[in-house]
């Protein structure tokens, strides 16, 4: 019984909930605004990387090389450690425009250099699964490559990969509360700067509950989507 | 009277695979052209050569009065002048009939939206198909999805179409209506075509000229009478009988 209650006033005390929880929501906001802006600009980047990818011919094997390459190293390369890259080498560099900028101008630099990666791998998939025979008719029409890509192909593969583009950003939303080591005053540091405090830490729990209300609503919407799919298939199927 | 194509000695070959042997082909403007033979004897390949779909690796092509093999020729200049409609009849799933059928007159030969909406729905009225302007492809039975994209290659205004076994998707009863509109095609607008089908009979009746095909050889040409009823060639014979003995002809 003593250590249940001690459970229930380490992480569930109500006094602990509610002071915490007015710092805890301010750090918070700072992860949505770090999950928008990244999530906005991993969705372009790796549109663009992915479309490098596919470029055909000779002349374009340079830029599809480097689009591997970056894949490949973000991909690899574990969060925490780009943003340490990021966020302590960039301004130790001194270079003007890149080393004097905010905490969470890395932190979103950090998370969409990795994102990106990933997510570039979900748009190649999706492109690569739009039948040739597609792009065949729209380039019998007199549409260029781009434009068979452009109103043909790309519509197409988005929406088949939003299904894994909504995993990877319920991923990316987590992952900015790893960003707090480079010292963005984001939810985690609040939390952990209250349960230092007060020796508690309710904070973290009420951190954590944040992230699941955000998260559950689009892990639902997403097992909505792939049902929907399902079912249109099955009716195309009969 | 110069031919409206020209295939000299083309060749293609697909790796090892040679699926045309230097075939000669000359298809006069207004002519109906069609190629039977057997699947894989090429006649896909040869429709894909002519509008630079497949690239040939010898031979030259001539469409129109323009060698269009040199590797200076503007590949989608060219692809307007050349209608291709596929077996699977490869309409765009994400778009509507209407979108499906504007949208290279609005992007390729740049008509605004009204005007390329207004002929799409002049052409969706001549196919019967009007009312099915804003459903999408997958709505339509196969026949229906095949009128549209003939239509969609009609919208182009091409000199020239190439039909590429249209009919062997379909249902058998879903056969007819999209013959029905080739042969308005023909009759009404005069349109040069080169057809590879296996509807023997559709193709006795409405071509000038029947190839038969076989291993990447034009094996015999000439008047469709001649081709299904006095067959020079053996393996023209052996074909048709087949055809013939599947109760297709």
Redo the contacts between chains.
Sequence with gaps: MHAFHEVLKSFFSPQSFRASLPDVWAGFQVNLKMMVVAELLVLALALGIAIVRGLPGRAAAPFRGLAIVYTDVFRGTPLILVAFLVGFGLPGLQLQGVSTRSNFFYGVLALTLVYTAYVTEVYRAGIESVHG??R?????????YF?ALR??VI??AV?RVIPPLLNDFIGLQKDTALVTVIGVTEVAAQAQDFSNKQYNFTAYVVAAVFFIFLTIPLARFTDHLIAVREARERA?AV | MSAFVELSAVTKRFGENVVLRSVDLAVGEHQVVCLIGASGSGKSTLLRCVNLLERIDEGTIVVDGEEVTNGKVDVNALRRKIGIVFQAFNLFPHMTVLQNVTLAPRKVSRLDRAQAEASARELLKRIGLLEKADEYPDRLSGGQQQRVAIARALAMHPKLMLLDEITSALDPQLVSEVLALVRSLIDDMGMTMIIATHEMSFAREIADKVCFLDAGVILEEGPPEQIFTAPEQERTRQFLARIIEAGRL
């Design positions: 025979s597609q065949m008719a729209a380039r019998s029409l007199g549409l260029s434009q109103y043909v519509p197409q929406r195309q």
